[in-house]
């Protein structure tokens, strides 16, 4: 195992997409997350705003880039037929994808902290000047605070989930283009479907199976009753995605050809 994963290791490290694809995640999270920043403004505790999810709102754009990163870590041997020489290498075909998804989650492990930590900072440092203070309502965006520190730590899993996902889901599609536009349909079609649900049963039920929406309820620290599930059970129902996406995966490599 640990020459498998070196192997991989080595794969990913050494591509030049991999690499700036997660320097390009980390920009556009602070930056969105900046621009959000600069947007906002409350004179007084009713604008109902959650200063976290306003910093860390550039999670929703950065998740596309950590995404198809981890799309491209074997779809692209695929595109090559370089999986061949891979599973030749290495028949453990399971230990093959385990290593792949170890390498997936660390790259988006590291930009998501990078990203979501920059984030944070800023918007430690531009939304007390747009109004969100303690004479407001509202508590610093420090770490030290246990709701900021959840937000924060869960939007980094968030990341790590959403390589997993688009990971399994690459290795059962195989094509790079088709892969990620399975992955952006899960993310990006419930949000749609429950615009166009009205029956408030239904709707309910959808957004908690919502992979993005649940998901990124770990961002919430204000009005919490209103999520369709606790922030921490949301992240669950995400992980339970990502695990099912990798099963399916392994399943598709074990009795497929190369």
Known sequence: ????????WTKVRTSAGTFWLLAAAIGLTIALGAVADAG????????????AK??????YLGQ???????????????????IRTTLTAMPNRVAVLVAKAIVAAGWALVAGVVGVVGSTL????????????????????????????????????YLVLIALLSLGIATAVRDAAASIGV?????????????????????RHLEQIAPM???LGIQTTVDLHNLPLSPWAGLGVLGLWAAGALILGGLVLQLRDA
Not at 1 to 8: N, P, Q, V
Not at 54 to 59: A, C, E, F, H, Q
């Open 1 to 8: 195992m640990t020459c498998t994963l070196h192997a991989e």
């Open 64 to 82: 596309i880039l950590v995404a198809i990163s981890a799309v491209t870590i074997i779809s692209g041997e695929y595109g090559t037929g370089m």
């Open 183 to 203: 992955v952006l349909g899960l993310l990006f079609a419930f949000p749609i479907a429950l615009v166009m649900v009205s029956n408030p049963h239904w709707h």
């Open 40 to 51: 906002m403004h409350c004179g007084s505790a009713a604008c109902n705003q959650d200063p």
């Open 213 to 215: 929406n649940v998901g």
């Open 54 to 59: 306003i910093s860390l709102s550039g999670v």
């Open 122 to 157: 800023v918007g430690q440092v531009m939304l007390p000047g747009k109004g969100f203070t303690p004479a407001n309502g509202y508590l610093s965006l420090a770490l030290s605070d246990a709701g900021i520190l959840r937000a924060a730590f869960g939007s980094v899993l």
